[in-house]
């Protein structure tokens, strides 16, 4: 059956918020509530509080979707919380959404403790008030099994919670404080993605819970042990235990797929997480040892190492438990018991996850069949015991064949049963194949490329690649992620180890072409087995990518590849080098070698090419004249390179980076003829002076990178583009204004032109120097705001002031509110533009390869956004950054805001971390230019104050 709090998120009609409080109100609202919503108030939060005149009609729908619309839901439980039935059906709907990862949940245990709130008796051993208010509750005719079972699991998993109690007469302002801090803490954070349906969570949670040892005062080191067999559901439980108990610490890292990653490379990713430093770098494996003893050891965290297969990846990444903070957790998962160190952790802190019950095992698999409708799956039974048979109660496979029979028929359903019976072989893989084999030809080529090649590999750079060779190849990924063969996880393409083994074995055994050679090729060993001649013919090898952590000493024979007649897929990653310029075979659609140690490549006979990436290689000439086809073109990094190759026969280029190759000039860009198809243009770290008027014809540009090219003044005319980058141009102090070369689109328009410092003296503004214009003043003028609707982020390095907007203040890190003016509605809205003046001055922000890293906070309307400063070169003066937030596009993808937020209320504040913010500003875009100087602002945390605005002081 269904849950009752399934109910799918709907976000055109939800109103997104910070916090979503949960109370009782006669207990609490004019208490902790109050002053624990002024408080969230103050910090630029946007919070729900529950409205006392709802209709009793309305309340159910406006509280899911407050919920279904919040980041975070702060829990009151007070004497009478569990006497409401609309407390307990928000605390259900609550904890249904935190373990599917979608709100992270702090309690407060106001004059009640946790155990009560656990529906046991209180310590004294009388019955506690919340066992009384169950009680009551299931004598009212109206409450049903399923609503009480709900409320007991969700009490149960809140009490069960970590979070600040307040005794008769504690300090309530100290735990108001705690909380605002711990929501602000928790605002910066992204829960992990734990499963579609976590069925079973609850229990599995509990059963772990003994082995985490959560008691508040608790400040030794523990590591725990989560043992089973591969898809049981490990990982899965791994990522709930870190969303259920993250809140308590400092930070956490999820290290995933620990057995088949560089170690130093899996250190270095633990580092940058949890130090905020994204450019640290570890040489190798003992420097990293080191670096995470002495960086660590006064955090507490909580790491999860998942997949662990061998002792030296649990020395190199946790060593010790001397390694890390006080009251830290490290949770390592792994399918061999024995791997876990009894010297780190106790055999009672070893969990070990069983098969689902037979209950648990159908109830996913209906979940996963009916597209989370289960009260609608009108299926024979026997046919759904059958292939529960056949998945063997194990989550990975439920999750697969439930996804393949989903929407299909009855005969679909006794179709694919009479597969499974064909087959003797019972075993997992066996049972994956048979999805597989549902997929259609393309389907199944394009599956076995990403199991064999490309599993955790960027989805930008896999989807040209499979497109190169495949056509329509982005609908059948799509296919696969609706099969539950692949997700795409954090910009990844990630498919779980058995079905990447089950591919692999597919390539083996039933792929293998001719005297038993694969159609792929993935690992170095075979590689050498199948090429040990120096040319090799007839072997009809389609796709081969050997991608080494560690360059190999060996060359190979020029002529290896060219008689590959089917090899379409070529990417060779510290493998070895040739013998002379490489020869490619005719069908070849992407060649990726980088630091290609040749002069040059022959490349007469690859006309089908589409992707060539050969960056920071030793070629110094390159003939594409015959590759027609091309659309992806990288050779950046190649200092050797005597000039631009000819592109004039390319017209189909998407993307070209000619970065750090030492041109002198750009009038090269005049001779090409992919006019309407180029995308993507880099040409940083050049030597050029000027930017030919002719980078105007790319009509579809959509990112223009010119970063560090120190010897640019002038640049005289733009694209129409979306991504502009000139940060370290030093000399640069001729730009065009931006607004004609903005592309109305939804997506963000982007221009970042920090450290160029000339730009400085060439457009100034100050507020005691009113009559010089500054560059983002001139760009944007309002007029062209209000006509241009879409998004837009500047950084330019200098102190801007842009006189237009109706609110500027030097006490830049304090929150600001305007209220609605009165006869106006949020649809006479059209956005809001924002700027701050920074510096960065804390040696905190100082990075270890020695220019800087910091970060400005924005929270607008109680939704918060952190702006990441980071370059390669120190930030030697003050920058300012504008951005402009249209009502209607802020749902876009690279923020967290929603374009159907209350506007009711209008909020804004900085908060610079290594950074001093020196001036910020805000202005209400209207629809009717009178309606911009209706909107007052004024501190959020003193209501009677009235704010500072230099455009009135000087205007």
Not at 508 to 535: A, H, K, M, T
Not at 573 to 588: E, I, M, Q, V
Request: with cysteine.
């Amino acid at each position: 059956m269904a849950s009752p709090l399934s109910e799918p998120d709907s976000p055109m009609s939800r109103k997104n918020y910070g916090v979503f409080l949960s109370f009782r109100g006669p207990d609490s609202r004019n208490t902790i509530v109050a002053h624990l919503y002024r408080a969230l108030c103050q910090r630029g939060v946007y919070t729900f509080k529950d409205n006392e005149e709802l209709e009793a009609g309305q309340r159910r729908s406006e509280l899911f979707e407050a919920i279904g619309g919040s980041r975070i839901a702060v829990v009151v439980f007070s004497e009478n919380y569990a006497t409401s039935k609309w407390c307990l059906d928000e605390l259900a709907k609550i904890i249904y959404r935190k373990n599917r990862g979608k709100i992270a949940v702090i309690p407060i245990f106001y004059k009640v403790s946790p155990q009560e709130v656990r529906l046991n008796k209180k310590e004294n051993g009388e019955e506690g008030c919340y066992q009384k208010a169950i009680k009551v509750m299931e004598g009212k005719t109206w409450v049903n099994s399923q609503m009480l079972q709900c409320w007991r699991t969700a009490l149960w998993e809140g009490g069960d919670m970590i979070g600040p109690s307040l005794r008769q007469g504690g300090d309530e302002d100290n735990l108001v404080q705690q909380v605002v801090d711990r929501v602000s803490k928790t605002l910066d954070r992204v829960p992990l993605e734990v499963a579609m349906y976590p069925v079973d969570m609850i229990a599995r949670l509990k059963a772990v819970k003994p082995s985490l040892h959560m008691d508040p005062h608790e400040d030794a080191v523990y590591m725990i042990g989560i043992h089973g067999s591969r898809g049981v559901g490990k990982t899965t439980l791994s990522k709930a235990v870190c969303n259920h108990i993250a809140n308590g610490f400092d930070d956490w890292c999820f290290l995933p797929d620990v057995r088949s990653n560089d170690l130093a490379v899996l250190q270095q990713t633990l580092l940058c997480e949890l130090l905020k430093q994204k450019d640290l770098t570890v040489p190798s494996i003992d420097t990293g040892k080191i670096l995470i003893k002495e960086r660590l050891c006064n955090k507490r965290v909580v790491i999860i190492l998942d997949d662990v297969d061998e002792m030296k990846q649990l020395d190199a990444l946790a060593g010790n438990l001397n390694w890390f903070g006080k009251g830290s957790r490290i949770i390592i998962t792994t399918t061999n018991r024995h791997l876990l160190p009894s010297d780190r952790v106790r055999p009672s802190d070893i969990y070990t996850v069983e098969l689902l019950g037979k209950d648990q095992a159908e109830e996913l698999f209906r979940w996963h069949a009916s597209c989370g409708r289960p009260e609608n799956l009108n299926i024979d039974h026997q046919y759904i015991e059958a292939l529960l048979n056949y998945a063997n109660r194990l989550p990975l496979a439920l999750t697969v064949l439930g996804s393949l029979v989903r929407d299909r028929s009855s005969s679909d359903w006794k179709s694919i049963l009479e597969k499974l019976d064909e087959n003797p072989d019972k075993t997992i893989n066996s049972v994956l194949k048979i999805s597989f084999k549902e997929l259609d030809p393309q389907q199944k080529e394009i599956f076995l490329d990403i199991a064999c090649f490309f599993n955790r590999w960027d989805r930008n750079y896999v989807v040209p690649v499979v497109e190169s060779c495949y056509s329509g190849a982005l609908m059948d990924i799509n296919v696969l992620v609706e099969r539950c063969l692949i997700t795409v996880e954090n910009g990844q393409i990630q498919m779980h180890e058995l079905i990447e083994v089950m591919g692999r074995s597919i390539v083996r055994d039933e792929y293998s072409i001719g005297d038993g050679v694969p159609s792929r090729i993935w690992l170095y060993e075979d590689f050498l087995d199948v090429f040990s001649e120096d040319e090799v013919v007839g072997i009809h090898v389609k796709g081969i990518v050997l991608n080494l952590a560690r360059k190999e000493n060996k060359t190979i024979n020029k002529s290896t590849f060219k008689g590959l007649k089917r090899l379409r897929l070529l990417v060779i990653r510290n493998a070895f080098d040739t013998d002379g310029p490489l020869r490619l075979p005719s069908d070849l659609r992407w060649f990726d070698w980088p630091q290609y140690s040749e002069l040059n490549i022959e490349l007469s006979s690859t006309r089908k090419l589409v992707g060539l990436h050969l960056p920071r290689s030793n070629i110094n000439q390159i003939n594409l004249q015959d590759c027609k086809e091309l659309k992806f073109l990288n050779i950046g990094h190649c200092r050797s390179l005597v000039s631009v190759p000819d592109l004039s026969q390319n017209s189909k280029l998407i993307h070209l980076d000619l970065q750090y190759c030492n041109l002198k000039e750009t009038k090269f860009l005049i001779d090409l003829n992919c006019d309407a198809t180029l995308k993507n243009l880099i040409l940083s770290g050049n030597d050029f002076t000027s930017v030919d008027e002719c980078i105007t014809k790319f009509e579809n540009l959509d990112e223009l990178q010119m970063c560090f090219c120190e010897q640019l003044t002038t640049v005289r005319e733009l694209p129409n583009i979306l991504r502009l980058l000139l940060i370290g141009c030093r000399e640069l102090q001729t730009l065009p204004s931006l607004h004609a070369a903005v592309r109305p689109s939804p997506r963000r328009f982007y221009v970042d032109l920090s450290n160029s410092y000339k730009m400085i003296t060439s457009y100034f503004r100050s507020p005691y120097l009113p009559a010089i214009p500054s560059y983002i003043e001139t760009s944007f003028p309002l007029p062209r705001i209000r006509e241009f609707g879409g998004a837009a982020d500047v950084i330019v390095a200098g102190e801007e002031f842009l006189a237009w907007m109706n609110f500027q203040t030097e006490e830049g890190e304090l929150p600001y509110r305007a209220s609605l003016p009165e006869g106006m509605s949020e649809n006479d809205i059209l956005g809001l533009a924002l700027y701050v003046t920074f510096d960065v001055t804390s040696s905190e922000a100082r990075s270890d390869s020695g220019g800087y890293i910091a970060n400005i906070v924005t929270a607008v309307l109680g939704h918060k956004r952190v702006w990441r400063l980071d370059t390669i070169s120190r930030w030697e003066s003050v920058h300012t950054w504008f951005v402009y937030l249209p009502r209607q596009q802020l749902s876009e993808e690279d923020t967290d805001f929603s374009a159907d937020m209350d506007w009711s209320n209008i909020t804004f504040r900085f908060t610079g971390i290594g950074t001093r913010i020196q001036r910020c500003g805000c202005h209400v875009v209207c629809k009717r230019e009178q309606d911009d100087q209706k909107f007052r602002f004024h501190r959020a945390d003193y209501p009677g104050y009235g704010g500072y605005s230099y455009a009135n002081y000087f205007y």
